[in-house]
């Protein structure tokens, strides 16, 4: 084969990969996809701080997550997804679509997060999402908590 197919076929292949790499980190995309099988005893839930804490300006929340593991977004592995916060939601995100700007990410599969929020109360819920983003079937989706930061 010669110097110049092998570049067309690399170029193609790469490609390929980048734009189903895209896809996977493309938060802003309102394709409709096939929803990732979640254990049914799957839970997803928010360690610290509890429900009704009151804490500073600047905090640390831990996840947790039964069930199922952790595993970095863009990664397809059975059983696993990285976690989304939603911070003071009134709904939940579509279940049919990837979550967007309406959550915080962490698709390195992070299981805490320091957060800076204004004085009041606020809530805050845990979603997992698969490798794009995309909740499960069944969603798997913590408790929705309220703190006050002082």
Known sequence: M???IKHSLLALALSSFTLSTAFAHDHKSHQEVKL???PANASVYIIS???GATVTETFTIEFGLQGMGVSPAGFDKKN???HHLLVDGKKLPAFNKPMGSEVKHFGGGQTQTQ???AKGKHTLQLILG???HVQHSPAVVSKKITITVK
């Open 2 to 4: 010669n110097k110049s």
């Open 36 to 38: 990732t099988k979640a």
């Open 49 to 51: 701080p509890q429900d």
């Open 80 to 82: 696993t997804g990285h």
């Open 115 to 117: 957060v800076k929020l």
């Open 130 to 132: 698969d490798h794009r």
